[in-house]
């Protein structure tokens, strides 16, 4: 497995393995990998074959981090990374500096970003209005560089996955984009890096997200075809997640799951987003109703 720090020598071998009709396959991630991300390398190789080649890239990306967020102390471990890589039978990791990535910015001569206009704008892009920007512009770059054939990114981050895909087709980029389903721990919550913030007690109360999941495909599906008004069931979520004590809600949205336009009628094949504190810590989840 190859370790590669320089986005020249990055593009170098893509191209080199492009003239010579091998596939590739490409995880973005920003470290401190755990399973969900191994399922994604999984799911890139099944895509490319055995001939083909993996790569992840772990990239802590400075432009999706508001100055109040966590960016200092987003978790890392590259050993860690680089033991899973292997044994997840990837062939390559990116793993790029800063000062490679966006030369200049330090001295404020970096001035060029992709900004997706549409699909961007609520839930997270309301609670962190400059995250997407971000976002689309490191993957952009990323793609640049690693020049992939297919993208695997998770459902977790479900209307991430619905820019990146948006900006894949407007910019025309030559990818296949998957997105793969989730990946929890046993009881339920999703699979996320900045789980690790989370103290005991804190790690208990998490699971009032895939509750609040369940309990609303619950409610809906019950209600039959007419299925419920959201505002009812953004209530009654606010609710359950209340009875944790240590939780905060901080959107609760029901949506179209292709254009992400919110409904005022929830019926089951629709889709829910919500992003909850525990404690300090910002854990979001999603899922088909």
């Known amino acids: 497995m190859k370790i590669v720090r ?30 969900g991300h ?12 055995p001939n083909g080649i993996v790569v992840v890239s772990i990239y802590v990306n400075p432009t999706q981090f508001a100055p109040t967020e966590d960016l200092s102390r987003y978790p890392r471990d590259f050993a860690r990374d680089r033991e899973l890589c292997s044994e997840a039978g990837v062939d390559v ?23 997706e206009e549409q699909l961007g704008q609520g839930m997270e892009g309301a609670s962190r209005p400059t995250h997407f920007r971000g976002v689309t512009t490191v993957v952009a770059k990323l793609f640049n560089v690693v020049l992939p054939d297919v993208a695997v990114f998770g459902a977790k981050d479900w209307q991430q996955a619905a820019v990146i895909r948006r900006m894949v087709k407007d910019l025309n980029f030559p990818l296949r984009m998957v997105v793969a389903p989730t990946r929890r721990e046993k009881d339920g919550l999703a699979m996320s890096s900045r789980n690790t913030y989370l103290g005991p007690d804190e790690r208990k109360q998490a699971t009032v997200l895939i509750r609040s999941i369940r309990q609303v495909r619950s409610r809906v599906g019950a209600a039959g075809k007419g299925g419920l008004p959201a505002v009812d069931l953004k209530r009654e979520v606010a609710g359950l997640v209340a009875t944790a004590p240590a939780a905060r809600l901080d959107y609760v949205e029901f949506f179209d799951p292709e254009a992400l336009r919110p409904v005022e009628q929830v019926r ?6 919500l992003a909850v504190f525990v404690g300090k810590t910002r854990l979001i989840d999603n899922g088909r109703i």
């Open 38 to 49: 191994v399922s994604l390398m999984h799911v890139a190789r099944r895509r490319v074959g």
């Open 6 to 35: 320089s986005p020249g020598a990055m593009q170098r071998l893509a191209m080199e393995w492009r003239r010579s009709g091998r596939r590739v396959g490409f995880v973005p991630t920003m470290g401190f990998l755990h399973e």
């Open 93 to 115: 990791i990116f793993a790029p500096l800063d000062g490679d990535m966006y030369a200049g910015r330090e001295q404020g001569l970096y001035s060029t970003y992709v900004v």
């Open 268 to 273: 089951k094949g629709g889709h829910m987003a």
